[in-house]
């Protein structure tokens, strides 16, 4: 077999290596990152976890190339974000990379179908329609295409972000405390749809949280502390991850 066949062989999704971050300057810089060298396996579903201040979104934003490190490089799928210019990394992040926020974040004047479409739209790439009726039936919105998000629950708008991330086949799939705003149940339906889009379709997904239950979705929990990655755990369960997380002192 060759080595690119076998799992020791694949090349990670998303990797970084040494990435500093320093907010500020002078005797009011905060080191957010210091030195995270890691990398995050494709088709894996992987939570960033860690105390409050401990450099979870910084650490999201920098490899999302959402935000721009201090030093050190960032790649997804090979291309090495630190030599791109902002041009070229806007089209990176609307072709390769997926979001899903905690606050939604869609167009209000948009109708689901529409919000679900937009980044394809502004990629100039035809739908497959195949594809975006089976992420519609898959999340259960197909009687709530043409509501605008204002008549849609909170779990619809977040199941329409999602559909909206995947709709054009990322890389990678960022998601930033996507249950925050979500009731137990909606929260957990959202997540066993993650779960599922990498199950079956082979998605990337990395996922910042609090929350223990949400990163026992994950195949894979990193530890973040004090801008370093501590530790890790594979196929976390709810009491592992307070474990690890009360051996944080979090
Ligand atoms: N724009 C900024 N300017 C200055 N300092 C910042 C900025 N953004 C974050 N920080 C600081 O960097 C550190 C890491 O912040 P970050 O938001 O990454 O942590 P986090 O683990 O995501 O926190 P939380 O769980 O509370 O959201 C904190 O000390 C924070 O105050």
Redesign the pocket.
């Known amino acids: 077999m060759q080595a690119a066949d076998s799992a020791v062989g694949v090349q990670p999704a998303v990797s970084a290596v040494d990435l500093v971050k320093v907010?500020?300057s002078g005797q009011t810089a905060?080191r957010?990152l210091d030195g995270v060298t890691i990398g995050l396996d494709a088709g894996r579903f992987t939570a960033i976890m860690?105390p409050?201040?401990?450099?979870?979104?910084?650490l999201m934003h920098c490899l999302a190339g959402l935000d721009t490190a201090t030093s050190g490089t960032v790649s997804i799928g090979g291309t090495d974000l630190t030599k791109l210019s902002d041009r070229q990394l806007t089209v990176l992040r609307r072709e390769r990379v997926g979001f899903v926020f905690q606050a939604f974040n869609l167009m209000p004047t948009l109708t689901a179908e529409q919000n679900i479409l937009l980044p394809l739209e502004l990629a100039g790439t035809t739908p497959d329609r195949a594809w975006v009726k089976s992420l519609v039936d898959v999340l259960g919105l197909a009687d709530r295409l043409r509501h605008r998000p204002s008549e849609l629950s909170g779990g619809q708008q977040q199941r329409v972000a999602v559909a909206r991330a995947l709709v054009s086949r990322p890389d990678v799939v960022f998601a930033d405390e996507p249950t925050g705003n979500l009731d137990s149940r909606t929260g957990a339906e959202v997540l066993s749809f993650l779960r599922q889009s990498v199950r079956e379709l082979g998605q990337t997904i990395v996922m910042?949280t609090?929350d223990p239950v949400a990163a026992s979705y994950a195949d894979r929990v990193v530890l973040v502390a004090d801008g370093r990655l501590v530790s890790e755990l594979e196929d976390p369960t709810p009491d592992t991850v307070i474990d690890a997380m009360r051996k944080l002192g979090a």
Do not use: I, L, P, Q
């Open positions: 907010y500020g905060v957010a860690g409050s201040g401990s450099g979870k979104s910084t910042v609090h």
